[in-house]
Structures are given as structure tokens and as C-alpha cells.
């Protein structure tokens, strides 16, 4: 078989599509309030307003962050912020973290960006009455005018379903504003805080894993996390046993409910070691080409990209011989078997077709496990 370099996942179009609604999903309420940015930057220290985990690095560049000090300065509005309000009685950051930093930087005198002292650029943009001051060498009214400057925040809180943030993730897809559109784990890394996403994270830089995903560098748009997500999800008890007649699911809102459902730290704990000890065994058992398809014009080939299917197939099935014992094969062992079942073609289209119908899930990882086992 050939060597792989894998820079990307195949996900067939009925996932790459996949979006959903229900009603609940708005049944939220929302309220304005004008808050000074010195109660913003005490909230923030008391860990009461929220940064989203990784949700946006700070991207303003000096000249920028100025900018918006100068404005400030100058009396002018500052545009709306959104937060959401969360079980726990903090505020999270949706859109509006560039703004509240920024002040925030400036008066604490540190620049977020390289961590350098923050003065206002020299620039032209700049009144040249601030033109390269630090928050300290303002006069004192200027530093109470840039305290008690007050933005108008919209806050939103769900009120149904109670349990779960299903909503929160609806509301930061449509209203997030600043810069590129969030993908779906980027908005559940900022809806979902807690212990489940801090897993993710940590699962991420498991050395095995990254030689199985083919790239050390963790992904920008955290698609290596989604993956571990969807092994959890997809492995999880409830989405075979819920239904006697299953239907086709919504794969994103599956992902979302599991990220609401996974609170205690029992859980959290049984998960990090069917992670660790089923993706020891695929590396073991197949190597890096673990969850790649076969060519469909050369069979003695795989394709150089990953498939999101495959990898339910080998990583479900994996996690079923590890956790029934099974007796252990030699590595070539394995990989005829999976190979062997992925030539067969009415097998190839649980892989591509319809695939968030539960029977197919099920007849990708039960055919793929019986094949392992025998």
C-alpha cells in the first residue's frame, strides 16, 4: 500500500450540509444593558465575563486598537456587544472580545497582541493630542472618560430546554460578526465550556493520535477535535439503543447535545481512557493509514485524505475488540480485514450515502467489527 501525507478529511455532502432548527432552540430571552467598560474590565478579572476557550486570539493590530481609544476619547459610539448569560451566573463573550480587550489593555498598559507595553501609535489615524501616550500619561479626566465610557451590550439567556446550550450555539452561528465565520467546533469551543471541551483539548496532543491524524500541528479550525468529539458521540450507547426503528440523525446537533450531556468527572475520566486505549490500538493495528478509503480507481491504493466514515468504522470497531478483550492479530492481520471490507461495494455506499442514518452508522462499524474479530 502506498505512504500517506494526509492534509485533509473527506466528509460526504450530506454531512458537509448538515445544519438543523427546532423550536426550542429560540425559546430565549434577551434584555439591553449599557455597562462602562470599568465594570466590563472588573468582570472580566473576576472571571465573570468569559473569554471563549481559544475562540478568538486577539487580531487588532496596534494601530487599530489605538483607533478605537482615540474614538473613545473622542466621544464618538462604539458599537453593540453580545453576550450570553450562562447557568453558572457569568457572562459569555459572543461578539465584542477586540473592543473589551483592547480598553482593557490599555489600561492595564499591556498591548495583548506581543505583550509590549501599550501606547497609542504615532499614527496620523491618531489626534495628536494622544499620539503615543500610555493610559498613565493621560489626564485624569481622560482616564475617567475612557472608564465610564459605556457600551451597549445585548445579553441573551436560555430559557428551554434548561438543561444543554443548544440554543447558545444557534444564536453565536448567526449574530457572531467579527471576521471569518466560526465552524461548528470553533462555536461549540465557545458555547460549551467545561470539563468534556478541556478533554478535547488535552486528547489533541496525544502523541499517537497526531500521527494518525499525519499532521503534529494541531488544526486551526479544529477539525482534530470534532473528530475526537464524533468518536464519543457516535460510540455513545444512546445513539443505538434510543430508536428500534432509527432515523437519520443531525450529526452537528448529536455533537451538540453530547457536549451538553458530559458533566461529571467519572465521565470524563472513562472517556479519556477509551481515547487513549482504543487509538493505541489503532496505531498498533493499522498505522497511518488507519482512516483512509481505498482508491476507487486502484484498490491497491488508499487516497491521500482521511474519511470521516472510515474513521467511525475503524475507531467504533477498535474500541469494541479493546473493550470485549478480544484475542489480539498480528498488524497485517488487520489491515486485509479492512481492507477486504472496503472493497466490497455495497459497503463502500454505508460510507458515502445517507451516512447519518443509524443503520448505516451501524452497518459501517458491525461490519467492519465482525471482520476484525473473526
Excluded at 453530547?258 to 472517556?271: A, D, F, P, T
Aim: hydrophobic share 35%; aromatic share 10%; with cysteine.
Amino acid at each position: 500500500m502506498n505512504a500517506i501525507n494526509q492534509t485533509r478529511i473527506d466528509k460526504p455532502k450530506d454531512e458537509s450540509d448538515d445544519s438543523y432548527t427546532n423550536d426550542d432552540l429560540f425559546r430565549i430571552s434577551s434584555w439591553g444593558a449599557d455597562l462602562s467598560f470599568r465594570e466590563l474590565i472588573a468582570r472580566y478579572d473576576d472571571n465573570e465575563l468569559v473569554k471563549p476557550e481559544l475562540q478568538r486570539n486577539y487580531v487588532w493590530d496596534r494601530v487599530e486598537a489605538s483607533r478605537f481609544i482615540d474614538s473613545i476619547l473622542l466621544g464618538l459610539p462604539v458599537p453593540s456587544i453580545f453576550l450570553a448569560k450562562t447557568p453558572d451566573e457569568k457572562l459569555l463573550i459572543i461578539d465584542g472580545y477586540q473592543r473589551i480587550m483592547t480598553v482593557r489593555d490599555f489600561v492595564k498598559g499591556v498591548f495583548s497582541d506581543d505583550n509590549t507595553p501599550f501606547s497609542l501609535s504615532n499614527s496620523d489615524r491618531i489626534h495628536e493630542r494622544w499620539r503615543g501616550k500610555n493610559f498613565a500619561q493621560l489626564m485624569e479626566e481622560e482616564k475617567r472618560k475612557i472608564r465610564n465610557t459605556t457600551i451597549h451590550a445585548i445579553i441573551f439567556m436560555q430559557q428551554h430546554p434548561e438543561k444543554g446550550d443548544t440554543s447558545l450555539y444557534q444564536i453565536f452561528e448567526r449574530i457572531n460578526t467579527s471576521g471569518r465565520s466560526l465552524l461548528p467546533q470553533e462555536i461549540r469551543n465557545c458555547v460549551y465550556q467545561g470539563a468534556l471541551n478541556s478533554l478535547l483539548f488535552e486528547l489533541n496532543t496525544n502523541a499517537k493520535w497526531r500521527s494518525l491524524w499525519g499532521e503534529e500541528t494541531q488544526d486551526s479550525r479544529m477539525y482534530d477535535l470534532e473528530m475526537i468529539l464524533r468518536f464519543f458521540t457516535l460510540s455513545d450507547d444512546w445513539i443505538f439503543d434510543s430508536n428500534p426503528n432509527p432515523p437519520k440523525i443531525s450529526l452537528k446537533k448529536s455533537l451538540n447535545e453530547y457536549m451538553g450531556k458530559v458533566r461529571s468527572q467519572l465521565e470524563i475520566n472513562g472517556l479519556r481512557e477509551k481515547f487513549i486505549q482504543t487509538v493505541d490500538f489503532v496505531h498498533e493495528s493499522f498505522g497511518i493509514t488507519a482512516f483512509n478509503n481505498l482508491s476507487p480507481s486502484d484498490t491497491s491504493k488508499f487516497v491521500n485524505s482521511l474519511s470521516s466514515t472510515v474513521f467511525d468504522a475503524i475507531m467504533i470497531a477498535s474500541w469494541k475488540v479493546v473493550k470485549e478483550k478480544l484475542p489480539k492479530k498480528t498488524a497485517t492481520q488487520y489491515q486485509d480485514k479492512k481492507i477486504q471490507v472496503l472493497k466490497n461495494s455495497d459497503y463502500q455506499k454505508s460510507l458515502s450515502q445517507e451516512t447519518m442514518r443509524i443503520k448505516n452508522i451501524r452497518k459501517r462499524v458491525d461490519e467492519m467489527f465482525n471482520a476484525l474479530k473473526e
